[in-house]
C-alpha cells in the first residue's frame, strides 16, 4: 500500500514537472495560432477560442504595421536557414568523416590531435565572431551565407568527428581488409564497403549538424545584416526589442524555427545524446 | 601500399579539418589576441594602434564589466548547482515510472529549442500585463512583478531561463548513467541493509562521481558563454543588472560601441578561463580510452 502511494506521489510530481518544462513551448505553440484579440489579454487565453492559421499568413492584424503581422517576411530568412543549415551539414559529415575514418584506422595524431578536434566546439562564439566580424568586413565576406556557413563548420565538424570516430571503431576492419584482397583500392573499399555500413553514423552527424547551425543565434546577428543572409532566429531577435510586439505571428515564426529541431531531435534522440554529452551517455 | 604511403594517405585526410581548424579558429583567436592590444575601433578612422595592455587595465576599471563578469559567476554558481540538483532528482524521480522514456523524450525539447526561440517564448511568458507567470502569482495574492524592470527579478528571471532550458542536459546524462551503474554493487548494498538514502549516498552516489564532474564542467563551460536569452529576453537591463560577458563583449565590441580592442581584450579573458575549463574536461573524458586511441603511435 505505502509503495502504491509513493507510485502514485512520484507521477505527479514527475507529470508536474514535465507541464512545468513543457509549458514554454507549449505557449509559443498555441500562440502561433491565436486570433489577434486573443495575444494580448488578462487572464491569458490557455486554448484559443478557435485556432486560426492567419498568423502564418498575415491577415491577423489590423493594428500591428505590416512588417510584424506577416510571416510572409520569413521566407527569406527560411531560405538562408535551410541553405546554410544543410550546406554546413554536408560540408562538415564530409571533412569529419575523412578525418574520423583516418584516426580511427590509423591512430594518427593519437589523443591529443583527437582531444584538439573535439575541443573547438566547446569554445565560446563570442572570441571568433569579434575577429571575424573585422576579417570578414576587410574581405568583402559580411553578410553573405559563406559568412556563416564557415564558422558554422567548426563546432559542426568537431563534434561529428567525435561521433564518427566511435562509429568507425566499430566496424571490423577485417570486413574492409578483405574487401581490399580481392583488388579493391583503399578508396574504393572505403567508399563501398565502410561508407554504406557506416551510413547511420553519417546521417546522424549531419542531422546534428544542421540542428547546431539552425539555432545559431550569436554568429548570425554579428556576421549578417539583412534578409539577404540572415537566419530564423535573428528574424526572432529582430522583431523583439519593441515593448509590444505582435506575439501571433512572432509565435508562428518561432514554432516554424523550433518544429524542424524538436522532429530531427526526437527521431535522432539516442545519437544526440551520446554527441551533445561527448560520450558520457552511450 | 607500405607504411610510409598508409601514414601519407592518413594525413591527407586529417588534412581539410585541421585546415579548417587552422583558418576558423586559430586564426582569428590569433587576431583577436593581437587586436586587444590595439585601440582598434571601427567607428573611428586612424584607430588600430598599439597600446599595449591598455584595454586589459581597463577591464579591472569598468564597472559594466565587472558587473557582467559578477552575473557570469551568479549564473556559475548559482544556476549550474541548481541544474545539478534538479536535474539528478528527476533521474531519480522519472526511473522506473511506466512511460519513463517518453517522458525522457519530451524533456529533451528545452534543451534542443534554439535558445532564441526558448527565449522569445519566455519573454511572453514573463509579460508584465499579459504573462502567464504573473498570472498564476495572483492566485497566490502577489502583485504583478515587472520581471525585467528590477535588477534582482530580472536576474532570477534568467536564472530560471537557463535551469528550465538545461537542467534536462543534467538529467538526461544522470538518467542514462544510473541505468548503467554496476547491478552487482547496488545489489550487494541492498543486502548489506543500504536502501534510500544510504544505498545513494554510500554507493550510488560515489560511483556517480566521475560523470557528475564531467557534467558540471559541461555546464560551466557552456553557461560561461550565455548570450542568447539576455538578447531575446532582458538586453542585459535593467541598467546592466544582466549584462553577461559574452554579451557585454557583444556591446562593447560590435553592437553600437564598435569598440573592437577592448571587446577583443574581454574575448581573450573568457577564452583563456574556456581553454582551461576544456582542458580539465578533455583529462576527466580520458579521450584515449574511449575511442581506443590509447595504444597511438602518434
Do not use: C
Not at chain 1, 505590416?66 to 510572409?72: E, K, M, V
Request: charged share 10%; glycine share 8%.
Amino acid at each position: 500500500m505505502k509503495k502504491k502511494i509513493t507510485y502514485v506521489i512520484r507521477y505527479i510530481v514527475a507529470v508536474s514537472s514535465l507541464i512545468i518544462f513543457l509549458f514554454p513551448i507549449y505557449w509559443i505553440f498555441i500562440t502561433a495560432f491565436k486570433p489577434e484579440p486573443e495575444w494580448f489579454s488578462m487572464p491569458p487565453i490557455f486554448w484559443p477560442s478557435k485556432f486560426t492559421l492567419s498568423n502564418f499568413l498575415g491577415t491577423g492584424s489590423s493594428t500591428f504595421g505590416t512588417t510584424t503581422t506577416s510571416i510572409a517576411g520569413i521566407l527569406p530568412f527560411l531560405r538562408n536557414s535551410i541553405v546554410i543549415a544543410t550546406i554546413t551539414s554536408l560540408v562538415s559529415t564530409f571533412i569529419a568523416a575523412f578525418a574520423a575514418y583516418s584516426i580511427s584506422r590509423t591512430k594518427i595524431g593519437g589523443t591529443k590531435l583527437a582531444g584538439w578536434f573535439i575541443s573547438m566546439r566547446l569554445l565560446p562564439p563570442i572570441a571568433s565572431a569579434i575577429p571575424l566580424y573585422v576579417i570578414f568586413s576587410k574581405i568583402k565576406l559580411l553578410n553573405t551565407w559563406l559568412a556563416l556557413i564557415l564558422p558554422y563548420l567548426v563546432p559542426a565538424t568537431a563534434l561529428s568527428i567525435w561521433l564518427l570516430i566511435s562509429f568507425f571503431n566499430e566496424i571490423p576492419q577485417e570486413i574492409e581488409e578483405a574487401a581490399y584482397i580481392d583488388g579493391a583500392s583503399r578508396v574504393k573499399s572505403f567508399i563501398y564497403v565502410v561508407l554504406p555500413l557506416s551510413a547511420p553514423g553519417l546521417a546522424a552527424a549531419a542531422i546534428l549538424a544542421f540542428i547546431q547551425s539552425w539555432g545559431e543565434f550569436l554568429l548570425a546577428l554579428i556576421l549578417t545584416n539583412n534578409a539577404s543572409a540572415q537566419t530564423l532566429p535573428v528574424y526572432l531577435g529582430r522583431y523583439i526589442t519593441g515593448w509590444r510586439v505582435a506575439w501571433g505571428p512572432l509565435s508562428a515564426a518561432g514554432l516554424v524555427t523550433m518544429l524542424p529541431v524538436i522532429i530531427f531531435a526526437l527521431i535522432f534522440q539516442r545519437y544526440l545524446i551520446r554527441g551533445l554529452t561527448l560520450g558520457a551517455v552511450k | 601500399m607500405n607504411r610510409k604511403d598508409q601514414r601519407k594517405i592518413a594525413l591527407m585526410l586529417v588534412l581539410p579539418a585541421i585546415i579548417l581548424f587552422l583558418i576558423m579558429t586559430i586564426y582569428p583567436f590569433a587576431y583577436m589576441i593581437y587586436t586587444s592590444f590595439t585601440n582598434l575601433d571601427l567607428s573611428k578612422t586612424g584607430t588600430g594602434k598599439f597600446i599595449g595592455v591598455g584595454n586589459y587595465i581597463e577591464i579591472f576599471q569598468d564597472p559594466l564589466a565587472r558587473s557582467s563578469i559578477g552575473f557570469t559567476v551568479m549564473l556559475v554558481l548559482i544556476a549550474v548547482p541548481t541544474e545539478m540538483l534538479l536535474g539528478l532528482g528527476l533521474s531519480y524521480l522519472i526511473r522506473g515510472l511506466s512511460g519513463e522514456k517518453i517522458m525522457r523524450s519530451l524533456l529533451l525539447i528545452p534543451m534542443m529549442v534554439p535558445a532564441a526561440v526558448g527565449g522569445f517564448g519566455w519573454k511572453m511568458l514573463y509579460n508584465f500585463m499579459f504573462g502567464p507567470i504573473n498570472y498564476f502569482l495572483s492566485f497566490f495574492g502577489i502583485q504583478p512583478i515587472t520581471w525585467f524592470g528590477k535588477a534582482n527579478y530580472a536576474q532570477s528571471a534568467i536564472l530560471i531561463i537557463d535551469i528550465w532550458q538545461w537542467t534536462p542536459f543534467v538529467f538526461l546524462i544522470m538518467y542514462a548513467a544510473l541505468q548503467a551503474l554496476p547491478r552487482d554493487i547496488i545489489d550487494a548494498g541492498k543486502v548489506d541493509g543500504a536502501n534510500g538514502w544510504k544505498l545513494f549516498l554510500h554507493i550510488e552516489l560515489p560511483l556517480l562521481k566521475p560523470i557528475l564532474y564531467v557534467t558540471l564542467l559541461l555546464r560551466v563551460i557552456d553557461v560561461l558563454k550565455t548570450f542568447d536569452i539576455i538578447y531575446m529576453t532582458t538586453y542585459g537591463g535593467p541598467g546592466s543588472a544582466t549584462s553577461t560577458w559574452s554579451f557585454y563583449a557583444y556591446k562593447v565590441g560590435v553592437s553600437y560601441g564598435w569598440n573592437i580592442g577592448y571587446g577583443s581584450a574581454l574575448s581573450v579573458i573568457l577564452l583563456i578561463v574556456s581553454i582551461l575549463l576544456v582542458n580539465t574536461l578533455m583529462k576527466l573524458l580520458n579521450i584515449g580510452k574511449e575511442l581506443g586511441l590509447s595504444k597511438a603511435e602518434g
